[in-house]
């Protein structure tokens, strides 16, 4: 299996959702790369990198889960190999 690497952003908007995000990103341990985190007081929003190598459906199954979390909105890039 061909796997790619991608970058997830998320923007989130409601801090009470962190647990959830937590959950799912602990789901997907084994493909995560690395995450950053940085909260951005100023506009009261939590901005979030996640890299990750896994194939495609993963990445998506992922990348979804964490976009249909209320207050959290989701993009993801990918490498081109």
Do not use: C, F, W
Request: proline share 2%; glycine share 6%; net charge positive.
């Amino acid at each position: 299996m061909e796997t790619r690497v991608a970058v997830i952003a998320l923007i989130v908007e409601d801090p009470s959702q962190a647990d959830s995000i937590n959950k799912i990103l602990h789901e997907y341990s084994q493909y995560i790369i690395a995450r950053m985190g940085v909260p951005y007081k100023h506009k009261n929003i939590s901005i979030i990198s996640i890299a990750v190598d896994a194939d495609a459906d993963i990445i998506g199954a992922l990348s979804g889960k964490l976009g249909m979390i209320k207050g959290v909105s989701a993009k993801t890039v990918y490498s081109k190999h």
